[in-house]
Every structure is written in C-alpha cells, then in structure tokens.
C-alpha cells in the first residue's frame, strides 16, 4: 500500500509564509494539494508532474504558492507566501498516475492525512 504523508502545517498570520511537505513511498506521474476549508468542498491548489516538471495552479494562488519537488527524497513542497485568512483549510496530497483533468479527485489514488493550516488576519 503507497503512502503519502503530509507535515508543515500550522498556525500563521495573514502575510506570512508556511511550506508543506509530501513524502511519497514511490515516483508518481502526478502529485497535487488539494485543501478543504471549513464549510467548503476540496479543491485542488497546485499540481506538478514530476518528470516533465509541469506545473499548474488554481487562479486563486497563482503568484503566491509554488510546488516543487525533490526526486531523491521522493517528496513534493508547496512554499505558501503571502497568506490570507482564505487559505485556511486543511490540506491533503493526493497522487495518480492517469485521468484527464488535475482537479478531479477521482483522478487520484492516493491520499495523504491531511495537515491543517490556520491563517489569522
């Protein structure tokens, strides 16, 4: 069974910065946050495909979140910047190797725990 697990969490004010990581057991063809925020439905943040490096993000973080990774360490950052109470949620990683469409969550095979990230104003 693969796993993925999430940390880097926690509580910031608006404006500050946070980085969550995602180790990974194995490559995968694509690794994604999603977040859910109280109330709200989870949606997808940001998505790469490791070995192409492609990257895509949902308008809402463009310029302020930044997904990368780190092949040998099989682990996937999103570095958070300029943080507003809005992107308070818990965020999951999520990986999957097929399916069209990045924000689709069946689309995806693996999901992480979740780690919460609280952004205060």
């Known amino acids: 069974q693969e796993q993925l697990i999430e940390s880097g969490g926690g509580s910031v004010e608006a404006g500050g910065s946070l980085t969550l990581s995602c180790i990974t057991s194995k490559a995968f063809v694509r690794v994604a946050w999603f977040r859910r925020a109280p109330g709200k439905e989870r949606e997808g943040v940001a998505v790469i495909y490791p070995d192409i490096k492609f990257t895509q993000y949902v308008d809402s973080v463009k310029g302020r979140f930044t997904i990368s990774q780190d092949s040998a360490e099989k682990t996937v950052y999103l570095q958070m910047s300029s943080l507003k109470p809005d992107d308070t949620a818990m965020y999951y990683c999520?990986?999957?190797?097929?399916?069209?469409?990045?924000?689709?969550?069946?689309?995806?095979?693996?999901w992480g725990q979740g780690t919460q990230v609280t952004v205060s104003s």
């Open positions: 999520a990986a999957g190797s097929s399916g069209l469409g990045w924000r689709i969550e069946s689309n995806y095979d693996y």
